[in-house]
């Protein structure tokens, strides 16, 4: 286990500054400075990826606009890596405070999973009505369409998106999948490993080494997602059996290897470019070293260190194996778009990270981040759903970005209250259930402490249901 001791490493002036600007000194008020920033930060990567389709489409776009998101900097893509560094952030902060790996997975499936087969569903219903266009061959295979959207994981099963939005679920899911194992084993604290060992893969043989690695057949979505089967089995298994050896105890070898089987086939068997997938679960990792170096679980100068060497080797990655995919509007069309997307969300979650017990977030900011989960799928719906203003009115384009933002925002804040909120909250009376029920621990800690140091704490031992 990784931890920064408190004694003469603090004492030089190079590393109480970079202490202070980091702001690792503990909250006063550690859950609300959390919701707070990691909200403004939710809310401004909603809002920016809504508003890259929406500003991209006719009559709203402009050549201005086009120019800036498709040579400067890919809205979409920054929105995109911010919520994976809000992720890595979060949640291995939120399975090592329940201490429950249960109670995680409900808390999990009850977050994501309503509002998605609810959006789901009306996308279906919008489609039969022909008020929403989809491809006529997205429902060649109707049964890997139902399981790959009823799941969650989509291209990771062969299966095109109904919401198009939702292809980075899978990889959160994925994640979420990896970190649990990780819990269970002896690598918990050991996240700078991992995230230079993605950032150097990503770098160096991602598209070479794994290159047209692949389970499923092309057919059921991507003419391209095609390869070697039996190379990814393997692969999956070696770590499964890395990740039983080390894990603490038998029923947690179990868990380990079958959770880790599971979600290395299936990150190897997406559709996208490998190296691309690699970066968006190295920046996961990324997020959680900043964690770590919050809560003095690690050196801070292996922190900068990590958060370095991810940024550029992402970049040097993008620069060396990067190729549209899927069109030019669909990722910036170029390498540069991309690389700038990483630093520059890099960045900002430092920059704000820093100031998150500094200033007062924007009550309209965090209220953003609250419904941000909505936006993020809402928009395109409404997006594809509702026509624009007709080119015969007087200032349509302003007045269609209007119209499209605006009912992104109500039905995003009607579905927080109906569908998200409730959800949540059901949710955590079936984890307090599960809790009684199996004889769960408690919560160990909060996310960062008031006082002393989660490293100083003790760690709470991996729970699964007797």
Avoid at 161 to 185: D, G, R
Avoid at 203 to 225: C, G, K
């Amino acid at each position: 286990m990784l931890r920064h001791t408190c004694g003469k490493s603090t004492d030089s002036p190079t590393v109480r500054f970079l202490l202070a600007w980091l702001a690792v000194t503990p909250a006063p008020q550690a859950t609300e400075n959390r919701l707070g920033f990691l909200d403004v930060l939710r809310g401004i990567a909603a809002l920016l990826v809504a508003l890259y389709h929406i500003g991209n489409a006719a009559p709203v776009g402009t050549p201005g606009f086009w120019w800036v998101s498709h040579s400067l900097l890919n809205f979409g893509s920054f929105g995109v890596m911010l919520f994976f560094i809000v992720s890595g952030y979060i949640i291995p902060a939120s399975l090592e405070r329940r201490g429950s790996l249960v109670e995680f997975w409900i808390g999990r499936v009850f977050r994501l999973v309503p509002l998605f087969w609810l959006l789901s569903a009306a996308v279906v219903v919008l489609w039969s009505l022909k008020l929403l266009p989809l491809p006529e061959w997205i429902f060649n295979h109707p049964f890997v369409v139902l399981a790959g959207n009823a799941s969650l994981m989509t291209n990771f099963i062969g299966a095109p998106h109904l919401l198009a939005p939702a292809w980075t679920l899978p990889y959160e899911i994925c994640f979420y999948a990896l970190t649990s194992v990780i819990f269970v084993t002896r690598f918990r604290k050991t996240s700078a490993a991992f995230a230079l060992f993605l950032g150097g893969f990503a770098l160096i043989a991602a598209d070479t080494f794994l290159i047209d690695s692949a389970l499923t057949p092309w057919a059921h979505s991507d003419p391209n997602h095609v390869g070697n089967p039996v190379r990814v089995l393997a692969i999956a298994a070696i770590i499964a059996a890395a990740a039983a050896l080390f894990a603490k105890g038998k029923g947690m070898a179990l868990y380990a290897a079958g959770v880790g089987f599971v979600a290395v086939a299936l990150f190897l068997n997406r559709s996208w470019p490998l190296h691309q997938a690699v970066i968006f679960l190295s920046l996961m990792f990324t997020g959680t070293v900043i964690y770590r170096m919050a809560a003095r679980q690690m050196p801070v100068w292996l922190g900068w260190v990590t958060i370095g060497f991810v940024a550029v080797a992402s970049c040097v990655s993008f620069r060396l194996h990067f190729k549209s995919w899927g069109g030019e509007d669909m990722l910036g069309g170029a390498w540069w778009t991309e690389s700038v997307a990483v630093v520059v969300a890099l960045a900002v979650f430092l920059a704000a990270h820093a100031l998150r017990n500094r200033i007062t977030w924007p009550a309209v900011l965090q209220w953003l981040g609250r419904i941000s989960y909505s936006v993020y799928l809402i928009h395109w719906v409404v997006l594809m759903s509702v026509p624009a203003v007709p080119d015969s009115v007087p200032g349509n384009a302003i007045l269609s970005l209007i119209v499209w933002v605006g009912l992104t925002l109500g039905f995003s804040q009607i579905t927080y209250l109906l569908v998200e909120r409730p959800s949540v909250r059901l949710g955590r009376k079936v984890a307090q259930w599960a809790r009684d029920r199996f004889q769960l621990s408690k919560p160990a800690q909060p996310v960062i402490p008031r006082q002393a140091s989660p490293a100083d704490a003790p760690e709470p031992a991996p729970v699964l249901p007797s």
